[in-house]
């Protein structure tokens, strides 16, 4: 197979709209600590990357013959202050699986008209394929594996979604930022720990190690369970994912706002309050988030993400004002007969929160007696886990 030419590679697909092309060769190994994160059962029950794991380690099981990984890179940053929303950043757009596949749908065309290449010489991913993105980032000089595990840029901070194409072609490789520490976790962090204490719920066992079992965005997005009652004071109003270890980070002062020509923003959804949320039917689930990442949790995912938010931003230490205690009570209050153990649950959760030991106690009676679920039972039984009146 001829090679293909970089730079005139790099200026095309530039021009459909990613950020960052850059080039490694596929022979290089992927992450080396994946099995040992596996092993450490640091995956939760994600066990899709269990069962994926040779593939991700070696791209010649995902496309025999590949002699290149072309990396792409889509900077979602919009050049506005962080902070304050429920939703993580990149999930305020239209779901960037699909608007970010036209642009390498366009890159195969690209490849198949420079290199002489079939539709079978190269395979793509945008972040659903057994690829390790961040590793093969770091061996093409993106960036660097941070301390909070993300792929950190030079350019964009920690605001960049990932893409990858193997390819059936050599391309020169780009050079890693250090040879011969490419794939060090915190190449460029020097000293600084912030995203690691910044971490409302510890789940950093190590720098670049992340524990999934008490990562927020795992629980509020993977998790279709029950979240473990000793995490869910610490996720404060986050309904879906959590930007905290990527938001402090020092990188960031050097984020450009991006193209967004491969990315459709949402501004609608920063907008929708907590109340709101636990408003949601099926169809204004479907009006709102089709076409969004957070279709992924689905409905009871973000009614469960949603009452644990409420708990919290009402409860005790919280900030959501008296007045609007009454209008979320009675929602919660409407919520603990769901049709899903799992929003039934979370539900009293939170009604124990903000009602307190003995307004909750006397509110939940009734639903408590005709109550079978057990995992549900022990959410009455456990009462309200702090203060006996909320903070007002």
């Known amino acids: 197979m001829n090679g293909l030419p970089r730079e005139a590679l790099r200026g095309r697909l530039h021009a459909l709209g990613f950020d960052v092309v850059r080039f490694a060769p596929a022979a290089a190994p992927g992450d080396p ?4 994160w596996l092993a450490a059962g640091h995956h939760a029950d994600m066990d899709w990357l269990v069962r994926t794991a040779d593939l991700r380690l070696d791209p010649q099981l995902v496309l ?7 990396v792409l890179g889509v900077n979602y940053w919009p050049g506005a202050a962080i902070g304050g929303e429920p939703f993580a950043r990149y999930a305020l757009h239209s779901d960037y699986h699909d608007t970010i596949k036209p642009g390498l749908v366009a890159a195969g065309r690209v490849l198949e008209e420079l290199g002489g290449l079939g539709a079978t010489d190269y395979r793509y991913y945008v972040d659903a394929g057994p690829v390790q993105e961040r590793g093969w980032a770091a061996a093409a000089g993106v960036g660097f ?8 840029s030079r350019e964009f901070g920690n605001w960049m979604l990932l893409a990858a ?3 059936r072609a050599e391309v020169p490789a780009d050079p890693p930022l250090v040879a011969r520490e490419a794939g060090r976790t915190g190449l460029h962090c020097g000293k600084c720990r912030r995203c690691l204490d910044a971490c ?3 789940a950093f066992p190590a720098p670049g190690v992340v524990d999934a079992r008490r990562c927020i965005s795992y629980h509020t997005i993977e998790n279709r369970g029950f979240v473990p009652r000793e995490l869910r004071a610490a996720f404060g109003g986050r309904v879906f994912g959590c930007d905290e270890c990527l938001a402090v980070c020092p990188w960031n002062r050097f984020a450009q706002a991006g193209r967004s020509a491969l990315l459709a ?5 920063g907008a929708l309050g907590l109340l709101e949320l636990l408003r949601l039917t ?3 689930y479907r009006e709102l988030f089709k076409g969004t990442a957070m279709k992924r949790t689905k409905l009871a995912g973000l009614l469960r993400n949603a009452c644990i938010a409420a708990g919290n931003v009402w409860g005790p230490g919280g900030t959501g004002s008296a007045r609007e205690r009454a209008a979320v009570s009675a929602e919660l209050l409407r919520l603990v007969r769901h049709e899903s153990p799992v929003v039934r649950g979370h539900a009293v959760w939170a009604v124990w929160r903000v009602l307190g030991a003995a307004a909750g106690a006397a509110a939940l ?4 007696a005709g109550e079978s679920d057990l995992a549900v039972i022990d959410e009455y039984e456990a009462g309200p886990g702090g203060p006996a009146e909320p903070a007002g």
């Open 33 to 36: 600590g994946l099995r040992d």
């Open 165 to 167: 194409i193997l390819v």
């Open 145 to 152: 594996r941070g301390k909070n595990g993300n792929l950190i």
């Open 265 to 269: 923003r949402r501004h609608d959804l």
């Open 200 to 202: 409302p719920t510890a």
């Open 365 to 368: 009676a009734a639903s408590r």
């Open 282 to 284: 099926p169809e204004r």
């Open 64 to 70: 025999p013959g590949a002699q290149t990984v072309i």
